[in-house]
Nanobody, 121 residues
């Protein structure tokens, strides 16, 4: 069992930046960030492979968000720039038991509790 703990969320102004962190209690493979806005389904934001050699992004965040990881620290990060009110959501860290790349939540076995990111207009 792997536990994930997110941190770094908080209120940010339109156009601002924020860096989210996710610390894992054990070894992880593919990891991802998802987000869920009020009244909407959880959607993938970014994915990173186990060794960090490949990353994938939702179209809505390409060019603004960057996912990275440090396996020595068992951590994954999400640098978010040029934030706008449409980015307002609870952001979740997720870890898969496999090496594959998946954008659907059910594939991920482990989840953090989420961190809120409200973006003011």
């Amino acid at each position: 069992q792997v536990q994930l703990v997110e941190s770094g969320g908080g209120l940010v102004q339109h156009g601002g930046s924020l860096r989210l962190s996710c610390a894992a209690s054990g070894r992880t493979f593919t990891m991802a960030w998802f987000r869920q806005a009020p009244g909407k389904e959880r959607r993938f934001v970014a994915i990173i492979t186990w060794n960090g050699d490949k990353t994938y992004y939702a179209d809505s965040v390409k060019g603004r968000f960057t996912i990275s990881r440090d396996n020595g620290k068992k951590s994954v990060y999400l640098q978010m720039n040029s934030l706008n009110p449409e980015d307002t959501a609870v952001y979740y860290c997720a870890a898969s038991r496999s090496l594959g790349v998946f954008t659907t939540p059910p594939v991920y076995a482990y989840w953090g509790l989420g961190t809120q990111v409200p973006v003011s207009s």
